[in-house]
């Protein structure tokens, strides 16, 4: 089984996340933070991956943190789950419309960690989450994770389903791309050897 428990604990955050990744879309989020734990039940739902996820962090100061380190503690289980990486079929991309709105994220689980960032909105907040938020949270994941990550909301105009679709869009990738390819085996989708 591909699973992972991860602990991190700092003075601003304290979280706890177990993943398998072979599951069936169950999660248990509560980050304190509404929209976050919506976005996160999310991307365990269309990525079957199991999030199991508790969050205690400084919301008087703002939320923060707490989004930050979340993404850093699901992109650390992600990468620990996966291991040697062997079998894998590495690279995926989903689009995801919802209502008005159309998004794409493509990825490579390739351990060298990038983001780009296409997705522009239009309001400040959404709930009591900062947008600028959004943006930090994919980071931290992909850093953790190693992945590169390229995310870019083609067109919409409501910000709540453009980050949603960002968020589903994550997870149908992830999806396929953490699958393990029956044509290739245990050998690790690389020339390098490496991964």
């Not at 999660?27 to 990525?47: A, C, P, R």
């Not at 962090?57 to 930050?68: A, F, P, Q």
């Not at 419309?97 to 490579?108: A, F, H, I, N, Q």
């Not at 067109?155 to 029956?182: M, P, Q, T, V, W």
Request: hydrophobic content about 40%.
């Amino acid at each position: 089984m591909r699973i992972a428990k991860v602990n991190r604990k700092t003075k601003e955050t304290s979280i706890e996340a177990e993943i398998n990744l072979d599951g069936t879309g169950i999660y248990k989020i509560d980050t304190g933070i509404g929209f976050l734990n919506h976005m996160l039940e999310q991307l365990s739902k269309h990525s079957l991956v199991d999030i199991n996820l508790k969050a205690k962090g400084d919301l008087h100061i703002d939320l923060h943190h707490t989004t930050e380190d979340s993404g850093i503690v699901i992109g650390e289980a992600i990468a620990k789950a996966l291991g040697d990486k062997k079998g894998i079929k590495r690279y995926a991309h989903a689009y995801i419309p919802m209502d008005e709105t159309l998004s794409r994220v493509s990825l490579d689980i390739s351990n060298r960690p990038y983001l780009i960032w296409n997705v522009k909105l239009k309001v400040e907040k959404l709930g009591e989450m900062d947008t600028e938020l959004f943006k930090e949270w994919f980071q931290a994941f992909s850093q953790s994770a190693g992945i590169t990550l390229h995310v870019e909301n083609i067109y919409g105009d409501n910000s709540h389903h453009i980050i949603e679709s960002c968020f589903k869009g994550l997870a149908r990738a992830l999806r396929l791309a953490l699958e393990k390819d029956s044509r290739a085996g245990d050998s690790l989708p690389s020339t390098k050897g490496i991964l």
